[in-house]
């Protein structure tokens, strides 16, 4: 069974050099990156047993530019982030979760938690048959493979439609 140990900031860190991830007015960041930043090694995840280390775009607020240079700060001052897989779970809110998505996964993200159909809260998630689909047209795009026989996919997205 894999270990996830996970850190829970209530309020963004002083003078981050990475914005944080939150709607207008609210303290809460949605994203690790900020407080890496200001603990800079503090940050004992990776230390504590962690092997995820995953990083939200909570409320679908990111772009692919900005989510890219995230994992790039991730991988950069987290001290042994190579002994972790990152993580991404990306909302959908600004109609770019798929493209956050991968361009995590082009920087260095090793897992990408998306649903069928892009069903989730709100604007929904990351939809896994586009992201099946870009790995199966598009194996240049950071040597994806899922895996899926995409032969399935059809009945199974259905089959969910039909549920809700």
């Given at each position: 069974m894999e270990k996830v140990v996970g850190v829970f900031y209530p309020h963004p860190p002083p003078l981050s050099p990475v914005p944080t991830f939150g709607r207008r007015g609210t303290a809460l960041p949605g994203l690790v990156a900020g407080a890496v930043a200001a603990w800079g090694d503090r940050l004992a995840m990776i230390d504590a047993g962690a092997t995820t280390v995953n990083i939200p775009d909570t409320v679908g607020y990111a772009t692919p530019n900005h989510y890219f240079k995230v994992i790039t700060h991730l991988k950069q001052n987290v001290r042994n982030i190579d002994r972790?897989?990152?993580?991404?779970h990306c909302h959908n809110d600004?109609?770019?979760?798929?493209?956050?998505?991968?361009?995590?996964?082009?920087?260095?993200?090793?897992?990408?938690?998306?649903?069928?159909?892009?069903?989730?809260?709100r604007a929904g998630n990351a939809s896994l048959e586009e992201i099946v689909m870009i790995t199966k047209v598009r194996p240049d795009v950071a040597g994806l493979e899922t895996g899926i026989e995409t032969r399935h996919l059809f009945d199974t997205i259905e089959d969910m439609a039909e549920l809700f």
């Open positions: 972790a897989v990152i993580s991404v600004l109609g770019l979760a798929v493209a956050n998505s991968l361009a995590a996964v082009e920087n260095g993200a090793g897992q990408i938690e998306c649903t069928i159909n892009g069903i989730g809260e």
